[in-house]
């Protein structure tokens, strides 16, 4: 079905929240909760929404469902940000928008002040798709070249579980993590079916008792949700000492419409 025009921005609320069902391995992660600066980026944050719901149909340009649903986190740099929203190939190569192809940038007010900041992919300059990434920490080397147009508010335990998953050469997470729901909060919930079950696995995650000496890449997502690691904050002063990828590699990092490394 072709894409239906985008709505009014305009009739957003400031506040709007949209939603994010994770699952790591075979395993509901659990839900979380973006606040989106509609009204600072209603544009961008329109997208976001729309990609959340998937009122929008089939893109333009690549003719596939305008939905995060299914996508997966292709990268995860340890400590700066996860990177996800390519609906087309799901490796940082595609997506598009739901205008069409690539928007203009918007408004880069908002700062990449702390974690959980939502935050637009790009190529340079006015070329924002569907990619996004979330942030780790304080990124301010990202001010003025990435649109940040949302926040985390609920579930950054989520997000930091997602972190912790080992990952292979390309930053590409060995165990998949995947949103396998989303939405708008306060709309009909996508799937009655999928929110059950995700109460009914995290409560049996509770009761798990996974040792954290030795957690091997299959396990890894078992082990992380069951509390073992996946509250922790980034410990940012145990990397003091250790050189991390300097400014330029964490912006090639979140380029291209994700600019991901070349796959052999």
């Known amino acids: 079905a072709a894409s239906s025009s985008p709505k009014n921005t305009g009739q ?60 997966d986190i292709f990268r995860s740099v340890k400590g700066f940000m996860l990177q ?10 595609g997506g598009e928008s739901i205008y069409g192809g690539k928007f203009n940038d918007e408004d880069f007010s908002r ?3 702390q974690a959980g900041i939502v935050s ?25 070249k990435h649109i940040a147009f949302g926040q985390v508010v609920e579930g950054m335990d989520v997000i930091r579980a997602c972190a912790q998953v080992p990952t292979d050469r390309d930053e590409r997470p060995r165990v998949q993590c995947k949103i396998v729901g989303c939405g708008e909060v306060g709309k009909a919930v996508h799937s009655h079916s999928l929110a059950t079950q995700m109460s009914e696995q995290i409560e049996e ?16 997502g078992r082990a992380i949700l069951a509390g073992k690691q996946g509250g922790a904050a980034v410990d ?29």
């Not at 009122?55 to 690549?62: A, V």
């Not at 924002?128 to 942030?135: E, K, L, M, P, R």
């Not at 995650?205 to 890894?220: D, F, G, I, L, R």
Request: proline share 3%.
């Open 12 to 71: 957003m609320g400031p506040k709007s929240r949209v939603y994010l069902d994770i699952a790591i391995g075979n395993r509901t992660g659990g839900r979380v909760i973006i606040e989106l600066f509609s009204d600072v980026t209603p544009r961008t944050a329109e997208n976001f929404r729309g990609l959340c719901t998937g009122e929008y149909g089939s893109g333009k340009t690549t003719k596939k469902k305008l939905s995060y649903e299914g996508c």
């Open 111 to 113: 700062r990449h002040t």
């Open 84 to 93: 996800t929203g390519d609906f087309q190939f799901n490796n940082g190569d």
């Open 205 to 220: 995650m509770q009761e798990e008792m996974v040792p954290k000496e030795k957690v091997n890449a299959a396990a890894a």
């Open 236 to 264: 940012e002063e145990s990397t003091k000492g250790r050189r991390s990828n300097d400014k330029e590699d964490e912006e090639q990092a979140i380029g291209g419409t994700g600019v991901a490394p070349a796959r052999n």
């Open 120 to 144: 637009m992919a790009n190529n340079g300059r006015n070329s924002n798709g569907s990619q996004f990434f979330i942030t780790l920490k304080r990124s301010q080397q990202l001010d003025n």
